[in-house]
């Protein structure tokens, strides 16, 4: 089908809009008028993408974004799950791994969220964690890297989340392991693996938990993590 047959099906208004959609200008298209150049033109979802982001500054099309926590914030059942996992350590965190729910029992086994919200910053920054978060460097900092590298790429225009990463990189060693070959392969093994967490000393003890992450939903911006004892 041809530029002019495309036009006038979606209105002769609009024959200079398409024109200048498909040299890839930038303009000001409607998503009715883009809408109805991906049915006449029988695009596929690829190639709508495609389309969407070049005329979105990037952005992708509605249905392929993630909700952030303040589009979409934690709904009540899902804070009371949280709560009745006790006795179990368990908190939520967004897409910016700032913790926006846990029960007591994290708070006894976590005494950090007393003074910090973000799961990230403390796990990858805070001298305890290294020792807390048991073979830290192996088991914990290259995944925990490369979930945040990943949560960055989906949302570039998070400043806070951005925030996240440079308070990160400001530290050393993650800065060394921020390029490590070994973080796809950390990516690929973390999603389910679980891992060794310390708590405080409790009567001359350091009991051992194991920490298991969980995706809510696909496109969901919560992530639960669970302690449990080993």
């Keep these: 089908m041809s530029q002019a047959e495309v036009a006038t099906l979606i209105g002769s208004k609009n024959r200079r809009w398409y024109g200048n959609l498909e040299r890839g200008e930038p303009g000001n298209y409607s998503d009715d008028l883009l809408g109805r ?3 006449e033109l029988e695009l596929t979802d ?3 993408s495609i389309v ?3 005329t979105h500054q990037g952005l992708p099309p509605p249905e392929e974004r993630f909700l952030t926590s303040a589009e979409a914030p934690p ?3 899902l804070c009371t799950l949280v709560e009745k996992l006790q006795p179990w350590p368990a908190c939520l965190c967004d897409q910016r791994w700032d913790v926006v729910h846990y029960n007591d029992a994290a708070l006894n086994g976590l005494p950090w969220l007393r003074s910090r919200n973000n ?3 403390w796990s990858l920054t805070a001298q305890e964690a290294r020792h807390q978060l048991a073979d830290w460097e192996e088991h914990w900092a290259l995944w925990l890297i490369s979930q945040l590298r990943q949560q960055a790429d989906l949302w570039p225009e998070d400043s806070r989340l951005q925030g996240v990463v440079d308070v990160a990189l400001a530290d ?3 800065r060394r392991l921020w390029d490590s070959p070994g973080l796809a392969a950390a990516a690929q093994s973390g999603q389910s693996e679980t891992r060794r967490l310390l708590f405080p000393r409790k ?3 350091e009991p051992e938990g194991a920490f298991m992450r969980l995706q809510l939903a696909e496109v969901s911006p919560y992530r639960l993590f669970i302690a449990m004892p080993k």
């Design 37 to 39: 150049v991906r049915e």
């Design 46 to 48: 690829a190639e709508w």
């Design 119 to 121: 799961l990230m910053e």
């Design 75 to 77: 709904s009540v059942d």
């Design 52 to 54: 969407y982001k070049q």
């Design 172 to 174: 050393p060693t993650v």
């Design 203 to 205: 009567q001359g003890q």
